[in-house]
């Protein structure tokens, strides 16, 4: 109820003979208890400064003293207070007096919860209205920013004449922020028996956990019980973690948008916006809904309000008799639907919309350029049923109204069928074959021939394809709306190479082969080195893990060995004298030919001055002794 008009159930003010009533914030008078759950108890009350009805719920006592949820608590309130949408509960006022409160609009249906509670369950088509309904308030909350954490059947609550609206925004992130671990089980905020699976991981939410939520509350509306209820909080939870919700036979034509809807992994689970387009996919040949049989708002004591216990199975309630009309298959049932069930005056009591034997007509509204849930809301608002007819047109967009029939202004009789004329967005175009393999330019004029156009273009390495040449089409496709882009990929030619470590000082032969291998052009210089052996890399140049393009030229210096040099004159010297002046000039192998006993050098090998490798050999023959070739004494000298 949104006009504050005080409820059936009576008046909140007491009796001459009742207490007086508790005043929270020296405005709202508290009247009975209609509720209460795990965060606290709601109250019918009475707003002194307005003479208005409204609900409060007062959150426990302990939560008054947390600083932290007061600041969080007065921040959610007054971001769900600038949420305003016909589906979502208004926020009237909060504040702290002994205990934390939320003041609220005052609806008269009660629940979801308490009308299950009875042991009844709904139809398809009222499973459908109601989906649809929460779906967008979902909707525009999560366009908004705000996600529910904490949708359950208590927080679905229906106004006298069965107006759906869901409660508690913000209430859940609130709560998260207390400090008053005890209050709840497990760190877990809200109702574990519609917690989604990235709840129970604790990971970051979405607004997907809040459409996993919806499913599973359809599944208990239609079939009466709910799936991956265990016997523990922690056995629940632990199933939700694994297996997608199994979604019965008896769900009929809603079964495929839930099963969607309640996959494990949020990724791959649609929008609100976008599972309220599945349900209305749904809709085709389902019966006109019934009213639903509302419960009101209880007293404590009565069943609760708050879901947050487990139900305890009941026997079913018979279902009503279902009217005999059944809606055609190129009418849109779940218009018909809403009209039955969610607006105003449809519900409850017999809705002149069905039954009324006098007819009224009205204009109909401009509805062109309207989203197309939008505007069939508005029709079945009206009293009208809503047909939707599609088709294509270039410059539009997907689920745009084009046109009405009747027009704008014309005068249709309530209960009259408006033709919605809906767009599937543009006409669709060919993705031109042959794209791979042109440069980027080739790619995009052709595409642009065939009006289309390069959508996003990627870049990946490819060693055999020239950089700026497609190699790859991403169309989903093989045909796309007029005016789409076509995502490319496109060769950046081939990667870049590093230099290899391990080279130097190995095998110059090695080392060509490797950078070969590579895609890389070694080219061999020789140079002397001192220490280094001849035939062995000396360096590389780049340096070795240095990064290079495709291709480059690689020097690689290569040994020949130290610079030849002067051997001195050592004839005459005794042997050691000899070794030491050869050691000296940097000759380090030394043969000795002949006694060394007292003997001096008597010839040498090569001949003084003569020029050689410091690594080669320099014979020494001494007094009395012979050259050899193949033996004698030889000695290091460093």
């Known amino acids: 109820m949104t006009d504050g008009s005080p409820p059936e159930s009576g008046p909140v003010r007491p009796g001459p003979d009742q207490a007086p009533a508790r005043v929270l914030g020296g405005r709202y008078a508290l009247g009975r208890a209609i509720g209460t759950g795990a965060s606290g108890t709601v109250y019918a009350a009475e707003d002194l400064d307005l003479g208005r009805h409204v609900a409060v719920k007062v959150l426990h006592e302990a939560l008054a003293g947390d600083p932290v949820f007061v600041e969080r608590l007065a921040q959610e309130a007054r971001i769900v207070a600038g949420l305003q949408h016909p589906n979502i509960l208004t926020v009237y006022d909060w504040g702290v007096d002994g205990s934390a409160y939320l003041v609220t609009e005052y609806l008269a249906g009660g629940s979801l919860r308490s009308l299950l509670d009875t042991g009844r369950t709904l139809s398809h088509s009222q499973a459908l209205v109601v989906g649809l309904d929460v779906c967008q308030a979902l909707d525009h909350a999560h366009q908004m920013g705000v996600v529910h954490r904490d949708l359950k059947p208590a927080n679905l609550l229906f106004s006298q004449d069965g107006h759906l609206k869901v409660s508690d925004f913000g209430l859940a992130s609130a709560l998260a922020e ?89 990724n791959r689970r649609p929008g609100a916006g976008e599972f309220g387009r599945l349900l209305l996919d749904a809709s ?30 009941k026997t079913k309630a018979p279902a009503e008799p279902r009217p005999e009309r059944v809606v055609g298959p190129n009418r849109r049932a779940p218009w018909v639907l809403v009209a039955g069930l969610m607006v105003v005056g449809a519900v409850l009591g017999g809705a002149a919309l069905w039954q009324g034997s006098q007819q009224s007509t009205a204009r109909v509204p401009l509805l062109v350029g309207d989203d197309e849930v939008d505007a069939a809301a508005t029709i079945v608002e009206a009293g009208w049923l809503a047909e939707p007819r599609y088709e294509r047109r270039d410059g539009t967009r997907e689920g745009q109204v084009l046109s009405t029939e009747p027009a704008f202004g014309a005068e249709l009789e309530e209960g009259g069928t408006v033709v919605l004329v809906v767009s599937l967005g543009s006409t669709r175009v060919a993705v031109p074959t042959g794209l791979v393999g042109l440069s980027l330019p080739e790619a995009t004029r052709l595409l642009e021939a065939v009006e289309l156009t390069a959508g996003t273009v990627a870049e990946v390495h490819n060693d055999e394809v020239e950089a700026g040449m497609v190699l790859q089409v991403a169309a989903v496709a093989a045909e796309l709306p007029r005016g789409s882009g076509v995502d490319l990929i496109v060769s950046a030619g081939a990667a870049p190479r590093t230099v290899p470590v391990g080279l130097v000082e190995g095998p110059a032969e090695e080392a060509v082969a490797a950078l070969t291998a590579l895609g890389l052009e070694p080219v061999v210089v020789e140079a002397h080195d001192e220490f280094i052996e001849a035939g062995a890399v000396v360096s590389l140049q780049p340096a070795p893990d240095e990064e290079v393009p495709f291709g480059s030229a690689i020097e690689v210096t290569v040994s020949v060995g130290p610079i030849p040099r002067p051997v001195p004159d050592v004839v005459g010297l005794g042997l050691v004298a000899a070794e030491d002046r050869l050691a000296a000039a940097g000759f380090r192998v030394v043969e000795v030919v002949g006694s060394a006993e007292g003997g001096t050098i008597a010839s040498q090998a090569p001949p003084a001055d003569e020029e050689l490798s410091p690594v080669e050999r320099v014979v020494l023959v001494l007094e009395g002794g012979e050259p050899q070739e193949d033996e004698g004494t030889s000695a290091d000298t460093e």
């Open 178 to 266: 207390t400090s008053r671990t005890d209050i709840f089980v497990e760190g877990i905020v809200g109702t574990a028996r519609f917690a989604s699976p990235e709840q129970a991981k604790g990971q970051s939410l979405d607004g997907r956990s809040d459409v996993y939520a919806l499913a599973l509350v359809l599944v208990e509306s239609v079939t009466g019980h709910l799936p991956f209820v265990e016997d523990t909080l922690v056995g629940t939870l632990r199933a939700r973690r694994r297996r997608d919700v199994p979604v019965p036979a008896s769900m009929g034509p809603l079964g495929p948008a839930v099963v969607q809807a309640g996959v494990v992994d949020p």
């Open 284 to 313: 085709a040949g389902l019966l006109r809904p019934e009213p639903l049989p509302l419960v009101g708002p209880g007293e404590i004591g009565a069943a609760p309000l708050s879901g947050e216990v487990p139900v305890v199975p």
